[in-house]
């Protein structure tokens, strides 16, 4: 233990438990909070207003239209993803599969997203 | 600075006896400033450094500048750590151009709220608690206190909660190192002099 010696003494007994509790606290949160919910259904939003509620469970492909152009969004074994986008940077088309609730790939300047939705939608509880 | 400051100032204002022009602002500072300015002084080189350090992420900090309130907070009691960790937010934020933008709210908010757990953690037996659970509650309550600026100001977005397990595994981590960095410096301060190791 010579690279604990040093430091003997400057830990204290309460310090261990607060190092205990501390830890305690973050594998919680990260537990509630990480508990990936499987998504069941895809939100894809064009200019902010909701342009189609499809379910993950059937694989399908849907154009949607925006500002600069139509993009094209996949659905596959569960999972969806931005596959084609007319807008410059790509950030939603590289941002690759999404299969978890909560997630979402936002194309900004086409003014196109997908969000992941659960049966129920899990962080209500801070937002109301 | 403490409350006699403005006294002094004012006297400094009428000190034309001293053969100083009548608008000359003196001043008078005590000791216990100086000291609070030198470890303020400390507290924003360490910052300066630490924003040299790549992050992986936004927000993820060491935070070594915690380590002078940590010492003051010891040495000096709560109101000389808090003058150290606000005076270094303020100047810190004049530093790198970012005063009253989102940054210095951020930081603010964290520093206030490490404060106000470090105001309750003091009062626990020092027998059984050192810096280093001074310092976890700190880098809590400091997270806690900017992922609510965040999201009550900043993004009302529910999908940050996401964010939580990474920023408070960092605070404990990073709390954890700090407290113990302070409590080795301050290993010293209760043995007498002849028992001092350098």
Same mark, same amino acid.
């Given at each position: 233990?010579?690279?604990?010696?040093?430091?003997?003494?400057?830990?204290?007994?309460?310090?261990?438990?607060?190092?205990?509790?501390?830890?305690?606290?973050?594998?919680?949160?990260?537990?509630?909070?990480?508990n990936g919910e499987i998504a069941d259904r895809a939100i894809i939003r064009s200019?902010?207003?909701?342009?189609?509620?499809?379910? @993950?469970?059937?694989?399908?492909? %849907?154009?949607?239209?925006? /500002?600069?152009? *139509? &993009?094209?969004?996949?659905?596959?074994?569960? $999972?969806?993803?931005?596959?084609?986008?007319?807008?410059?940077?790509?950030?939603?088309?590289?941002?690759?599969? @999404?299969?978890?609730?909560?997630? %979402?790939?936002?194309?900004? /300047?086409?003014? *196109? &997203?997908?969000?992941?939705?659960?049966?129920? $939608?899990?962080?209500?509880?801070?937002?109301? | 600075?403490?409350?006699?400051?403005?006294?002094?100032?004012?006297?400094?204002?009428?000190?034309?006896?001293?053969?100083?022009?009548?608008?000359?602002?003196?001043?008078?500072?005590?000791?216990?400033?100086?000291?609070?300015?030198?470890?303020?002084?400390?507290?924003?080189?360490?910052?300066?450094?630490?924003?040299?350090?790549?992050?992986?992420?936004?927000?993820?900090?060491?935070?070594?500048?915690?380590?002078?309130?940590?010492?003051?907070?010891?040495?000096?009691?709560?109101?000389?750590?808090?003058?150290?960790?606000?005076?270094?937010?303020?100047?810190?934020?004049?530093?790198?151009?970012?005063?009253?933008?989102?940054?210095?709210?951020?930081?603010?908010?964290?520093?206030?709220?490490?404060?106000?757990?470090?105001?309750?953690?003091?009062?626990?037996?020092?027998?059984?608690?050192?810096?280093?659970?001074?310092?976890?509650?700190?880098?809590?309550?400091?997270?806690?206190?900017?992922?609510?600026?965040?999201?009550?100001?900043?993004?009302?977005?529910?999908?940050?909660?996401?964010?939580?397990?990474?920023?408070?595994?960092?605070?404990?981590?990073?709390?954890?190192?700090?407290?113990?960095?302070?409590?080795?410096?301050?290993?010293?301060?209760?043995?007498?002099?002849?028992?001092?190791?350098?």
């Amino acid at each position: 233990m010579n690279l604990y010696e040093p430091f003997r003494s400057s830990i204290k007994a309460g310090d261990w438990l607060t190092l205990l509790l501390g830890c305690a606290c973050v594998i919680l949160l990260t537990l509630k909070l990480w508990n990936g919910e499987i998504a069941d259904r895809a939100i894809i939003r064009s200019g902010g207003k909701i342009f189609k509620e499809v379910s @993950l469970s059937r694989d399908l492909q %849907i154009e949607v239209p925006g /500002p600069l152009g *139509v &993009s094209i969004i996949s659905i596959e074994k569960r $999972k969806a993803r931005i596959s084609s986008d007319p807008s410059p940077r790509q950030y939603c088309v590289r941002q690759g599969w @999404l299969q978890q609730a909560g997630e %979402i790939a936002i194309c900004l /300047p086409n003014e *196109v &997203s997908v969000e992941l939705t659960g049966n129920a $939608k899990k962080y209500d509880s801070l937002n109301y | 600075m403490t409350a006699s400051t403005t006294e002094n100032l004012r006297e400094g204002e009428r000190g034309k006896g001293k053969g100083k022009s009548p608008s000359s602002i003196l001043l008078n500072t005590t000791p216990e400033d100086h000291h609070i300015a030198k470890m303020a002084a400390v507290a924003l080189g360490l910052t300066v450094f630490e924003n040299a350090i790549p992050s992986p992420l936004p927000g993820v900090k060491p935070g070594l500048a915690n380590i002078i309130t940590l010492i003051v907070l010891a040495r000096y009691g709560w109101r000389a750590a808090a003058w150290v960790a606000l005076l270094r937010v303020v100047a810190g934020s004049l530093l790198f151009g970012n005063f009253l933008a989102p940054g210095f709210f951020l930081s603010l908010s964290g520093a206030l709220c490490s404060l106000g757990a470090l105001a309750i953690s003091m009062h626990l037996p020092q027998r059984w608690f050192g810096a280093v659970t001074h310092s976890i509650l700190a880098a809590f309550a400091h997270i806690a206190g900017q992922m609510m600026v965040v999201y009550l100001w900043l993004i009302p977005h529910s999908g940050i909660a996401y964010l939580i397990p990474i920023f408070a595994t960092a605070a404990l981590v990073f709390g954890a190192v700090n407290g113990l960095i302070a409590a080795r410096f301050m290993d010293n301060d209760d043995k007498p002099v002849t028992e001092r190791q350098a």
